[in-house]
T-cell receptor
């Protein structure tokens, strides 16, 4: 159980185009979804947190207009990289939790998608 | 800034040997988790240890937690080539999403 599907696994695009990445929880309701960015041989950097039906909470330094997050249902969240540039090339990973992201909630385990390798030419 | 720093950054051992990775963190936590990442893939949850626990086992995994030193260790016993991966600790402070450490890249030589 607790499977998260992320699609596509790899995308190559031209500079200036927009890319949409989907993250789906297949066998549970993902109350909260997280989007991370990871550079080679480095740790995960949290970009934003979203609760179903609410606006995403972005981490400091992450451009909201650049990285659009939609979490319209309990099983689907999307990250759209708008007007992508070479510096946006990275490995993007989503994760999902079946617990709401809120103060006092702990013990939640995150279930990760397989990641999306974005290369912007 | 990262909550967790891991040590060593890279570890190479022979199959059958034990692998020990350490994680240090800065603030109080509700629990600490360990995840594994195969190259170019997502993370897989391995084990969770709560702040009031000192040791936990799961198969060949043994995790310890010392809240006074703000540190944790992950021991993989009788390692196998398939254990080759990066291992991350993640802290849950109850105030925000999990914060991941810098990771340890483990290479198990067959």
């Amino acid at each position: 159980g607790a499977v998260v599907s992320q699609h596509p696994s790899r995308v190559i695009c031209k500079s200036g185009t927009s890319v949409k990445i989907e993250c789906r929880s297949l066998d549970f309701q993902a109350t909260t979804m997280f989007w991370y960015r990871q550079f080679p041989k480095q740790s995960l950097m949290l970009m934003a947190t979203s609760n179903e039906g609410s606006k995403a909470t972005y981490e400091q330094g992450v451009e909201k207009d650049k990285f659009l997050i939609n979490h319209a249902s309990l099983t689907l969240s999307t990250l759209t990289v708008t007007s992508a540039h070479p510096e946006d090339s990275s490995f993007y990973i989503c994760s999902a939790s079946d617990l709401p992201y809120d103060r006092g909630v702990s013990g939640n385990i995150q279930y990760f998608g397989a990641g999306t390798r974005l290369s912007v030419l | 800034s990262q909550q967790g720093e891991e040590d060593p950054q890279a570890l190479s051992i022979q199959e059958g040997e034990n692998a020990t990775m350490n994680c240090s963190y800065k603030t109080s936590i509700n629990n600490l988790q360990w995840y594994r990442q195969n190259s170019g893939r997502g993370l897989v949850h391995l084990i969770l240890i709560r702040s009031n626990e000192r040791e936990k086992h799961s198969g060949r995994l043994r995790v310890t937690l010392d809240t006074s030193k703000k540190s944790s260790s992950l021991l993989i016993t009788a390692s196998r080539a398939a254990d080759t991966a990066s291992y991350f600790c993640a802290t849950d402070t109850g105030r925000r999403a999990l914060t991941f450490g810098s990771g340890t890249r483990l290479q198990v030589q067959p």
